[in-house]
């Protein structure tokens, strides 16, 4: 089909809406395809693969040589995160074990001090009931004392 050949239609559908349907063949705009230049194989002399081979050889000893350098690194790591951690639990263990051994004095403190408060107190009551005994051995010798006054007099 050339340009003259272009079927165009207008129609209306029902909705109100108007759209134009154009009918022709595809347009191609695209670039001419170059011919692809093949170059004749080239026969490689033996001392060229060779040369080739220890090239291989020499990038394949590079990369496992790189890939021992990354393992090494990763385990220096490691070990650099594992004496830190160590080390921060052999902190954390003797700060705790100070915090602990810190309260155990001061409960141990405390409890000796109210040990003796109430030995005190046992020794305030002994010695005030020693008094009012004593205290009541003199009215009861005064009273008798007087009662032997009284009745021998």
């Known amino acids: 089909m050339t340009d003259s050949a272009i079927l165009r239609d207008e129609e209306k559908s029902k909705?109100?809406?108007?759209y134009e349907l154009v009918?022709?063949?595809?347009s191609v705009?695209?670039?001419?395809?170059?011919e692809q230049i093949t170059s004749p194989?080239?026969?490689m002399s033996v001392e060229e693969i060779e040369q080739k081979l220890k090239a291989a050889e020499e990038r394949r000893l590079m990369l496992e040589a790189e890939r021992l350098n990354q393992i090494n690194e990763k385990k220096n790591k490691l070990q650099e995160a594992n004496q830190k951690?160590?080390?921060y639990n052999n902190n954390f263990m003797q700060s705790t074990k100070e915090a602990i051994e810190q309260k155990m004095e001061a409960f141990e403190n405390n409890r000796?001090?109210?040990l003796r408060a109430l030995q005190e107190?046992?020794?305030e009551h002994e010695r005030h009931v020693e008094?009012?005994?004593q205290s009541k051995n003199l009215n009861l010798n005064e009273a008798s004392q007087e009662e032997t006054v009284v009745s021998s007099g």
Do not use: F, H, W, Y
């Open 15 to 18: 909705g109100g809406i108007k």
């Open 23 to 26: 009918l022709s063949e595809p």
């Open 29 to 34: 705009n695209d670039p001419p395809k170059k």
């Open 131 to 133: 008094e009012v005994r």
């Open 41 to 43: 194989p080239k026969t």
């Open 121 to 123: 107190k046992l020794k």
């Open 112 to 114: 000796e001090a109210k």
């Open 85 to 87: 951690r160590q080390e």
